[in-house]
């Protein structure tokens, strides 16, 4: 199987794919270093989870991983102009969300200005994805084809319900069912943008037996 992306060095594609990668894996250090700040923590003072030193931890981090969320949730959110608005429209759109995202900081606190700034970028990715299943909106990708675009819109998604539901939805009752609709999206958009050709195989032989049956 052969992946082919039509992205050239120098370019705004390139170099908004090197950001996203780059923010991601700042994002992957930040996750383990608090993983191990915890451990090592609770093997030390296994009742600190009752003090306000948890509640000192979870601030901290919020703050040393708020930069780089709203970072990722730029990068992904600038995937957008090829796809429903033009780069300006969306530019002026996003400097507008971010203004509101720092002033709600400044009056609240960090945990629900990137509540905030999360939704609004769900909302966004879920209306992409459903109108690329419809196939509407004018949408263009970089990669063709239907299931690549399906499954690159529900990277999106799932990308950005994770990241909600870890910053905000972890004392919440529905933190396990947030999470596992955030990994089903993530792993099926995997599939469907690495192996379209094997799904689009599995499609036709399903339509196929439907029809003589």
């Known amino acids: 199987m052969t992946l082919e992306l039509n992205i050239k060095p120098k370019t705004y594609d390139f170099y908004l794919m090197i950001l996203t990668s780059a923010v991601l894996a700042l994002i992957g250090l930040v996750c383990l270093y608090g993983i191990g700040y915890y451990t090592y923590t609770n093997e030390t003072a296994p009742q600190w989870t009752q003090t306000q030193m948890y509640g000192d931890y979870i601030d901290s981090m919020n703050q040393l991983i708020y930069p780089f969320i709203v970072l990722l949730l730029v990068a992904l959110g600038l995937c957008i ?44 990715q879920a ?9 509407r909106g004018g949408l263009t990708y970089e990669r063709e084809g239907y299931f690549v675009r399906t499954g690159s819109s529900m990277l999106h998604l799932g990308t950005v319900i994770f990241v909600f539901d870890f910053v905000s939805m972890r ?27 094997e799904v689009g195989s599995i499609a036709r032989l399903v339509r196929s037996g439907g029809r003589s049956s």
């Open 171 to 197: 004392s919440s009752e529905f933190h396990i069912p947030v999470f596992w609709v955030a990994t089903i999206l993530i792993t099926v958009g995997t599939v469907l943008s690495f192996y379209p050709g």
């Open 81 to 124: 102009p090829k796809r429903i608005l033009p780069r300006q429209s969306l530019l002026a759109a996003g400097t507008g969300i971010l203004a509101a995202t720092f002033f709600i900081a400044l009056i609240t606190n960090i945990g629900t200005s990137l509540a905030f700034l999360l939704a609004i970028s769900i909302v966004v």
């Open 127 to 135: 209306a992409v994805m459903v109108l690329t299943m419809l196939g």
